[in-house]
């Protein structure tokens, strides 16, 4: 009887069952599909080239020169809460500081998505007249729009 029972043992086999393990690596394999991103950034290349005269400056032909963004403050009594904001540019001007900080929150490039960068150059431009707080408020809101490099301006005067 013992080797009747070997000999069974011997004809069972061990099995491995694939079928969960493959289950799992087709669900890994839809998860990075779908969770990835293809979509390449936008970038900008300088192409003008430099003057080949008696110019010995050497131009990096892939940098790029950003012009920061100008935003102008000025205090008035005309309106409700005194201040009045304008960007420069061919940009919707925002009517309150909620509005200026949605406009700059918007625009800013992520994953190709916007006009600017964090690190984009911002000048504040106030009036001869504007109050501090108002140059403050705007301030606010620019880095809380997550920008980065933002910077005071000498006063000058608004044109309306």
């Known amino acids: 009887m013992s080797s009747r029972r ?26 990075f599909l779908l969770a990835t991103n293809f979509a390449l950034g936008e970038q900008v290349f300088r192409l003008d080239l430099p003057d080949r005269g008696g110019s010995q400056q050497t131009v990096d032909p892939f940098e790029v020169v950003e012009e920061p963004l100008r935003i102008l403050v000025e205090s008035s009594s005309s309106d409700e809460n ?19 900080e949605r406009f700059l929150t918007e625009n800013r490039a992520e994953a190709g998505i916007g006009y600017f960068l964090e690190d984009h150059p911002v000048d504040i431009v106030p009036n001869e007249s504007t109050h501090w707080g108002h140059v403050v408020d705007v301030f606010n809101a620019t880095v809380r729009a997550g920008y980065l490099k933002v910077r005071f301006s000498e006063p000058e005067p608004m044109t309306p």
């Open 6 to 31: 070997d000999r069974a043992i011997a004809k069972r086999r061990i099995g491995v069952n694939l079928t969960p393990m493959i289950d799992v690596v087709f669900q890994l394999l839809i998860y």
């Open 82 to 100: 005194g201040l009045r904001i304008r960007i420069d540019g061919p940009y919707p001007q925002p009517e309150s500081l909620e509005q200026l």
